[in-house]
């Protein structure tokens, strides 16, 4: 009889992809079956499966809702990709985490149902160190993609830089690019900026790098169109986040 596994997520963030469905597509081709449900709420927790992988957290008693399952033999793992204790109070994560469900602050939830999971997984050892405190079954997980095929991969010329994704929840790390984007833009021999995921966003990427120059503003896509809007976007020396 095949393992079950279910991951609850969004389904529709960029983050999903990495930690849940490319993950469903390896434990399907091994032999488990996978799937994922993106609802989060009591009955959720409570199926047939297996194994639960949860990303996010709902209700204010969600931390015992897990204990109860564990105790019927269902192992239940949090997956997190961030550091929820240490949100920069630049990012809008950090008011988000002061939200409260109903008597207790988001922050406080996600505190608990990580202690109250059978492990915790995350996405680097950066994480996997801090979580420990929290969970001593804590294990590294590392953000996964499909594999490539290898190829020769030329800078586009001419060469252009650019930012993918919004700028609401990485504000900061813009700001700490100031300055010196506009030097390697120059030193490189750049011909424009291309912000990727512009249209919803206040404030522009290149605004707060201080970047004073042609600029192409991309829509926001799905995380299936994603990596083709990517490609053709142009991007050929590309700006991370740093947390």
């Known amino acids: 009889m095949k393992t079950r596994i279910k991951f609850i997520c969004q ?3 960029g983050t999903d992809y990495y930690r849940a469905h490319y993950p469903i597509q390896i434990l399907n081709n091994e032999g488990y079956e996978a799937w994922w449900d ?3 709420n009591p009955e959720s927790l409570a199926d047939d499966a297996d194994v639960v992988v949860v990303s996010g957290v709902a209700g204010e008693n969600m931390a015992e809702q897990i204990r109860r399952e564990t105790l019927q033999g269902k192992i239940i793992l949090y997956d997190t990709d961030d550091w929820f204790l240490g949100v920069p109070a630049d990012n809008w994560g950090h008011a988000k985490s002061r939200d409260r469900i109903g008597s207790k602050s988001l922050l406080r939830i996600q505190t608990e149902v990580c202690g109250a999971a059978s492990g915790v997984l995350v996405s680097s050892p950066f994480l996997e160190d801090r979580l420990k405190r929290l969970n001593p079954n804590v294990r590294h997980a590392p953000n996964v993609f499909a594999e490539i095929p290898k190829k020769d991969i030329k800078a586009p010329d001419p060469l252009v830089m650019g930012w993918a994704g919004g700028v609401e929840a990485h504000r900061g790390d813009l700001v700490a690019w100031r300055g010196i984007a506009s030097q390697i833009y120059k030193a490189a021999g750049c011909e424009g900026f291309v912000h990727l995921g512009a249209d ?8 707060l790098l201080g970047l004073d120059v042609p600029v192409i503003h991309l829509s926001r896509t799905d995380f ?3 990596y083709q809007k990517l490609a053709t976007s142009g991007i050929g020396l590309g700006i991370v986040p740093l947390a």
């Open 11 to 13: 389904g529709n963030q």
């Open 38 to 40: 993106n609802g989060l």
């Open 200 to 207: 919803k966003d206040l404030e522009k990427a290149e605004d």
């Open 224 to 226: 299936e169109g994603y």
